[in-house]
C-alpha cells in the first residue's frame, strides 16, 4: 500500500472548515484514499473513503487531486468534538487484498473556541 | 447502529500470564482484525482473520498470540506469557468484505502488564 505524509498538526477555530492534506504521490491507479480519525485513546472511526471523484458524506467532504497524489479533507463546520487524529490512509480494495490497515503517526487537529 | 463490542475494557495482569482479549464483530461481517497502540504510539496491524484461518499477520504477531472464533459470533486474541511491552490498546475490527467498504473498530481493551 502507498505511504501517505501529513503535517503533525494543525489547529482550527470552532466554526470555521478544517482543512487536513494528505500527500500520497506513489498511489496506484487501484488503490483507495480513506480518512479515519481516533479521539483520544477510542477506537478509529471510518470517516469517508473516494477513489478518483470528490465524495461528501454527513461528516466531511474528501477532494482528491486530478493526478491523485494528494488529497485534502474538509470539516466544513468544525465543532469542540472534532479534536482528534486524523489519518490517511490508501489502500486496495479488492479481491485478494486482506483489508489491513496501515497507520501512520496521523494529524492531531485541535480545534479551539 | 450496529457496532464491535470489546470485553473487558480494561485488563491488568502479571507477566508470564495468560490473557483473553475478546471481540464480538459485527454480525454479518466476515473480515476480522486485531490492532494495537502502544501508549504515544500509532495503531499497528496485527493480525487478519477470514473463513476461520488468519489470512495476514505483522511481524508482532509471534507464537505468543493467537487468534481464534471459537463461535458464530465471538473473536479472541490469546497471549500466552505477557511480557511488559504487551502493554497497550488492543482494538478489534470487522468489515463486511474487503472490497470497496469502511472497517468498523471497538473501543479497545486498555491492557496492563504489572
Known amino acids: 500500500d502507498a505511504k501517505t505524509t501529513q503535517p503533525p498538526s494543525m489547529d482550527c477555530a470552532e466554526g470555521r472548515a478544517a482543512n487536513l492534506p494528505c500527500n500520497h504521490s506513489t498511489i496506484s491507479g487501484n488503490e483507495y484514499v480513506y480518512w479515519y480519525r481516533q479521539i483520544h485513546s477510542q477506537g478509529p472511526q471510518y470517516i469517508i473513503h473516494g477513489l478518483k471523484n470528490n465524495e461528501t458524506n454527513e461528516m466531511a467532504s474528501l477532494i482528491i487531486t486530478e493526478d491523485r497524489k494528494s488529497s485534502t479533507l474538509i470539516l466544513p463546520h468544525a465543532t469542540l468534538r472534532d479534536t482528534a487524529v486524523y489519518y490517511c490512509?490508501?489502500?486496495?480494495?479488492?479481491?485478494?487484498?486482506?483489508?489491513?490497515?496501515?497507520f501512520g503517526q496521523g494529524t492531531t487537529l485541535q480545534v479551539k473556541p | 447502529e450496529p457496532e464491535v463490542t470489546q470485553t473487558p475494557s480494561h485488563q491488568v495482569t502479571q507477566m508470564g500470564q495468560e490473557v483473553i482479549l475478546r471481540c464480538v464483530p459485527i454480525s454479518n461481517h466476515l473480515y476480522f482484525y486485531w490492532y494495537r497502540q502502544i501508549l504515544g504510539q500509532k495503531v499497528e496491524f496485527l493480525v487478519s482473520?477470514?473463513?476461520?484461518?488468519?489470512?495476514?499477520k505483522s511481524e508482532i504477531f509471534d507464537d505468543q498470540f493467537s487468534v481464534e472464533r471459537p463461535d458464530g459470533s465471538n473473536f479472541t486474541l490469546k497471549i500466552r506469557s505477557t511480557k511488559l511491552e504487551d502493554s497497550a490498546m488492543y482494538f478489534c475490527?470487522?468489515?463486511?468484505?474487503?472490497?470497496?467498504?469502511?472497517?468498523?473498530f471497538g473501543q479497545g481493551t486498555r491492557l496492563t502488564v504489572v
Open positions: 490512509i490508501v489502500r486496495v480494495a479488492g479481491l485478494g487484498n486482506t483489508g489491513k490497515l496501515i
Open positions: 482473520f477470514y473463513n476461520n484461518e488468519i489470512s495476514e
Open positions: 475490527a470487522s468489515r463486511p468484505t474487503v472490497t470497496n467498504t469502511e472497517a468498523f
